[in-house]
């Protein structure tokens, strides 16, 4: 069974940085992304960014880019998510997710982790 094992969260000042990390156990991905949803109170879970395996491609959403960097370490099976210049509206719950598929990774993951808060105070 597959298990998205996130860490990181917390809380931060406007301005301030974060960094979320993603690991999978119970398979090696060597197809398909990694990637980062988020869900604030109230809104649908959307995209954030995702990274392929075998090329480190990158896709960011337009709210993030410039802002957050996500990169991979693959001999250790990890991703990171690297916020810097947080704003209040970045607030929400992380969600790492995983798909042998890249399009899907970035639409409709079939392996999700089970989030991690982040909250930026203003």
């Known amino acids: 069974q597959v298990q998205l094992v996130e860490s990181g969260g917390g809380l931060v000042q406007a301005g301030g940085s974060l960094r979320l990390s993603c690991a999978p156990s119970?398979?090696?991905?060597?197809?398909?992304?990694m990637g980062w949803f988020r869900q604030a109170p109230g809104s649908d879970r959307e995209f954030v960014a995702a990274?392929?395996?075998?090329?480190?491609?990158?896709y960011y959403a337009n709210s993030v880019k410039g802002r957050f960097t996500i990169s991979r370490d693959n001999a250790k099976n990890t991703v990171y998510l690297q916020m810097n210049s947080l704003k209040p509206e970045d607030t929400a719950v992380y969600y790492c997710?995983?798909?042998?598929?890249?399009?899907?990774?970035?639409?409709?993951?079939?392996?999700w982790g089970q989030g991690t808060q982040v909250t930026v105070s203003s």
């Open positions: 997710a995983a798909d042998t598929s890249t399009t899907q990774a970035m639409g409709l993951p079939r392996y």
């Open positions: 119970g398979r090696t991905f060597s197809n398909g992304a």
């Open positions: 990274i392929t395996w075998n090329s480190g491609r990158t």
